[in-house]
């Protein structure tokens, strides 16, 4: 089945510590996309990428760094400079239907800084 | 600055009557509109979406309104079912950027 694997699911850092969120496509999608999600700021744009070798920064790039080498693949590194990293991520990829931009979703990875 | 705004975070709707969910956004290049269901802990997966030359969209129990000189858009759920609770984000994309920009979603709560 085709579709967007994250992982891992949970994710426990320490304070300082850098951690890095996977995102892996098998839909052959060429733009991909991290969200954040946080108790009723919706969903907030992190870095997107429309082609390999290129990504964009988003709404909130601070602290965050992210890699496009390969279509399928768009990891998320949460570094210690991002201030509050506590959150849900969402990785996300496209294609255009009938005009619209449908996003696919992953099921999400949920960062805790202890 | 919201460009897309839910003002309502909850709404609770008893099973078989219709649910409604509102949507208001500022830009007016905005030219396609998306409604997401997100379940908790999963992904949000794509709904209903509908194009700016259009004023209504109708796919089995959901519509979606467009009222383009309000700057308003409404998801209409009937009849509304238990397993539609869920957060349902509005998103909408402007000609020549991609990139949707959501709401901040609306967590609907049908109660049998």
């Known amino acids: 089945d085709g579709g967007i694997t994250q992982s891992p699911k949970y994710l426990f850092r320490k304070e300082g510590q850098n951690v890095t969120l996977s995102c892996e496509q098998n839909?052959?999608?060429?733009?991909m996309y991290w969200y954040r999600q946080d108790p009723g700021q919706g969903l907030r744009l992190i870095y997107y990428s429309q082609i390999v070798n290129d990504f964009q920064k988003g709404d909130i790039a601070e602290g965050y760094s992210v890699s496009r080498e390969k279509k399928e693949s768009f990891p998320l590194t949460v570094t210690s400079a991002q201030k509050n990293p506590t959150a849900f991520y969402l990785c996300a990829s496209s294609i255009s239907i009938s005009g619209a931009n449908v996003l696919t979703f992953g099921a999400g990875s949920r960062l805790t800084v202890l | 600055d919201q460009q897309v705004k839910q003002n309502s975070p909850s709404l609770s709707v008893q099973e078989g009557r219709i649910s409604i969910l509102n949507c208001d956004y500022t830009?007016?290049?905005?030219?396609?509109f998306l409604w997401y269901k997100k379940y908790p802990a999963e992904g949000p997966t794509f709904l209903i979406s509908?194009?700016?030359?259009?004023d209504k969209n109708e796919d089995g129990r959901f519509t979606v309104f467009l009222n383009k000189s309000a700057k308003h858009l409404s998801l209409h759920i009937v009849p509304s079912q238990p397993g539609d609770s869920a957060v349902y984000f509005c998103?909408?994309?402007?000609?020549?950027?991609?990139?949707?920009?959501f709401g901040r979603g609306t967590s609907l709560i049908v109660h049998p």
């Open positions: 509908i194009s700016s030359i259009k």
């Open positions: 998103a909408a994309t402007s000609g020549g950027s991609y990139i949707p920009t």
């Open positions: 839909l052959n999608h060429d733009a």
């Open positions: 830009n007016s290049m905005f030219d396609y």
